[in-house]
């Protein structure tokens, strides 16, 4: 750490329900999630200087107040606390937000806790880049090793990587690590799109978004199946025609399927050469998953999944019982970077592609950086890589993705690229932010406030400054 934050201490936590009305365009619509309001819970960490942390966990919509109030929950265990002392010992940190004795009951490592979990942890990685004065993906790249692996909690996973095992991993890619970056400053990271596969989608639009997107170049696709066989022969036939035999397609379920009717369904879908099936079955269905690709590796079909996978521990079985061929980490739904980072170390071990799952609100923002560490540090290779690029809702970030060649460019400023303009914080945080407000009146969306007491009806704004009606925790 530079000499001259040695002294920095979290002095308040803050956070925010903010909502983009993303359903009323079928944006991010898929067989099981017909009406998603791209949404998350935006936490800032305050410090007696004036670098300060922005983290984020993504949810789709209603829940999100619930992700809200766990973050309120766990704010204590890090407001008060001294940088220098946590990033020394960042695993026993993390360790404390997922082990509270009591939220444990209700979500240990999974579901509504752990994504809060995932939103400070974001926060405080964050925070840590920019003491740095570097990126995310900088910070990782130039750890060593042992700093590197001490950050994250091992326990659940060491039955199948240690922490020698993944120090020695690290110590044995420092060969051309230089090089690798250079590479990636130089042409970045290759991307695929799912912006023309949403499923509420009409036949039209797919059609003008994909010309649109091979225009400028894109050559790997992926749409959304599973609601109507007849219907997904039908899209997968005209996407196949439009882009030809050469170029990718993938598809995603969402989880719709059974396992035997996942494996029925694809081999189907089989004619029109899918890369994968992503999300086949349930995402906590290990043994499921591997079935469907044992029976689906004959076509050439490979599954993919990862996206809605709560921990570390899912991720472990889906590896060593080869249930996977690609593994997908989501930077929000697990518990933050500390977690991902061991994801991505047991994917080298048992040698399988990482290809994360992106889209969301700020989610491409935050594994571009996950994923050119993985390049650089850990697996050396983009062969049979590629990262989820959706184009939704880039305008709401200070520092927004950089796509040239349909690649990811790396960051250049500091941090997790997680910080958002506050003028969209005004408008979309739920319900009080004017977009919505203008949403209730016209009655496209009802207004949940109706009948609450007077003090709701009121509402709030919230600076980015310690304001007692956005704090949660302040020490």
């Known amino acids: 750490m530079n000499t001259s934050s040695a002294n920095v201490r979290i002095r308040g936590l803050s956070a925010r329900d903010i909502r983009f009305p993303t359903s009323l365009e079928c944006d991010g619509s898929d067989a099981i999630h017909p009406d998603p309001d791209y949404s998350c819970v935006y936490v800032l960490i305050f410090t007696n200087v004036e670098v300060k942390g922005h983290g984020i966990t993504f949810t789709i919509g209603r829940g999100n107040e619930l992700v809200l109030e766990a973050v309120k929950s766990l704010s204590h265990i890090i407001v008060g ?30 579901g509504v806790v752990h994504l809060a979990v995932g939103a400070m942890v974001n926060a405080l990685w964050d925070l840590w880049a920019k003491v740095e004065r570097k990126p995310l993906w900088k ?94 022969k039908r899209r997968c036939k005209i996407v196949r025609e439009i882009i030809g035999p050469d170029m990718t397609l993938m598809v995603d379920a969402n989880q719709k399927w059974d396992v035997d009717q996942a494996i029925e369904w694809m081999k189907e879908l089989a004619p029109y050469k899918p890369k994968w099936i992503e999300e086949p079955t349930s995402p906590d269905d290990v043994l499921g998953h591997k079935a469907v690709a044992d029976a689906l590796r004959p076509l050439g079909i490979g599954v993919a999944t990862g996206e809605m996978a709560q921990n570390r521990v899912i991720f472990k079985q889906l590896l060593q019982s080869n249930a996977i061929d690609y593994c997908q980490i989501d930077a929000c739904r697990v518990g933050g970077v500390s977690e991902v980072l061991s994801i991505y170390l047991m994917a080298k071990k048992f040698n399988t592609p990482v290809c994360p799952h992106a889209g969301g609100v700020g989610l491409c923002e935050m594994v571009q950086h996950l994923q050119i ?103």
């Open 373 to 475: 560490w993985d390049y650089i540090s850990v697996s050396g290779t983009m062969e049979d890589r590629i990262i989820e690029y959706v184009d939704h809702l880039v305008e709401h970030f200070k520092y927004p993705r950089v796509i040239k060649n349909c690649c990811y460019m790396p960051p250049k400023i500091s941090g997790y690229s997680t910080a958002m303009w506050e003028e969209s914080l005004r408008q979309y945080e739920f319900p009080y932010g004017s977009a919505w407000k203008d949403l209730f009146e016209r009655g496209i969306y009802k207004d949940p406030r109706k009948g609450l007491p007077n003090y709701i009806e009121k509402g709030h704004e919230v600076e980015e400054s310690i304001n007692p009606t956005a704090v949660l925790a302040h020490y």
């Open 139 to 232: 910070l990782l790249v130039d750890m060593e090793p042992e700093k590197l692996v001490s950050t994250i909690d091992w326990r659940y996973i060491g039955d199948v990587l240690t922490k020698e095992e993944a120090v020695e991993m690290l110590r044995s890619m420092k060969p051309g690590k230089e090089k690798r970056e250079k590479e990636m400053m130089a042409h970045g990271y290759p991307a695929y799109t799912t912006a023309a596969g949403w499923l509420g989608y009409s036949q039209e639009k797919i059609e003008r978004l994909l010309k649109e997107f091979m225009a400028k170049g894109w050559r790997h696709f992926k749409i959304k199946v599973g609601q109507d066989l007849e219907d997904d």
């Open 81 to 110: 606390r001294d940088l220098k002392e946590m990033f020394n010992d960042f695993a026993s940190v993390w360790r404390a937000l997922t082990s509270d004795s009591q939220l444990r009951w209700v979500g240990p490592e999974k």
